[in-house]
């Protein structure tokens, strides 16, 4: 069954500093790559995703992934952080067989002025 | 346009109660999902319907969680006898179609077993 792992449950940074966060997925079979982002109090909504061709993904907010196949990773990235960028952030997987999309645990990103 | 929404937005009963959760999709939209989100658990899936297809339990925890959708629109959760590990929030949300299609969130419904 498929997997994900987020290994970091909490990032701190200042802002404009850039941020990695951290996703892995279990199988090598084709996939399809989100990630979801929850502001306080508010619903999760799409950030970006992957479903075939260029490994780079942008997304909203200055977001962007990039796709690893060989070591079946999905790390999201910014350049430059900012406030409101204080979230949870939910990587998730579903693979071409199924329609369900399995989540990651999340990463907390506290964004400090 | 109207978005996923859910109520109640806040649930307090007691362990042995039944309870039951609402989820509105988005209109037109033939995908529902629930999901249940624990602290520190990220998002656990657990039914999934599409169009008039049989739904996809296999996320189901126990026999006392149930869920329906009437009409292809409009879904319920039901939990029957809570227990206090049943304590979470419970999210809905819904695509127009199947998976890659994005999946759009409601707001959950917070339920706590006393």
């Known amino acids: 069954a498929q997997s994900v792992t987020q290994l970091d449950s909490q990032v701190p940074v200042f802002e404009e500093a850039p941020v990695e966060l951290r996703c892995n997925y279990s199988?090598?079979?084709?996939?399809?790559l989100f990630w979801y982002v929850q502001y306080p109090n508010q619903g999760l909504q799409l950030l970006l995703k992957?479903?075939?061709?260029?490994?780079l993904v942008k997304g909203i907010n200055g977001f962007e992934a990039e796709f690893n196949k060989s070591q079946t990773s999905f790390h999201l990235r910014k350049p430059s952080v900012h406030i409101s960028d204080t979230a949870e952030y939910f990587c998730?997987?579903?693979?071409?067989?199924?329609?369900?999309?399995?989540f990651g645990t999340g990463t907390r990103l506290q964004v400090f002025p | 346009g109207a978005g996923v929404s859910q109520s109640p937005s806040n649930k307090v009963t007691e362990k042995g109660k039944d309870v039951e959760l609402r989820c509105d999709p988005i209109?037109?939209?033939?995908?529902l999902y629930w999901y249940r989100q624990s602290l520190g658990q990220g998002l656990e899936f657990l039914i999934y319907?599409?169009?008039?297809?049989?739904?996809?339990k296999s996320g189901l925890p126990s026999d006392r969680f149930s869920a329906e959708r009437t009409g292809g629109s409009v879904s319920t959760l039901t939990i029957q006898r809570t227990q206090q590990e049943d304590s979470a929030v419970y999210l809905c949300?819904?695509?127009?179609?199947?998976?890659?299609?994005?999946?759009?969130f409601g707001p959950g419904t917070r339920l706590l077993v006393l």
């Open positions: 992957y479903l075939s061709g260029s490994t």
């Open positions: 319907f599409q169009g008039n297809s049989a739904p996809d």
């Open positions: 998730a997987v579903s693979d071409r067989n199924t329609d369900k999309l399995i």
């Open positions: 209109s037109g939209h033939t995908a």
């Open positions: 949300a819904s695509s127009l179609v199947r998976v890659p299609e994005t999946q759009y």
């Open positions: 199988s090598s079979v084709s996939v399809y």
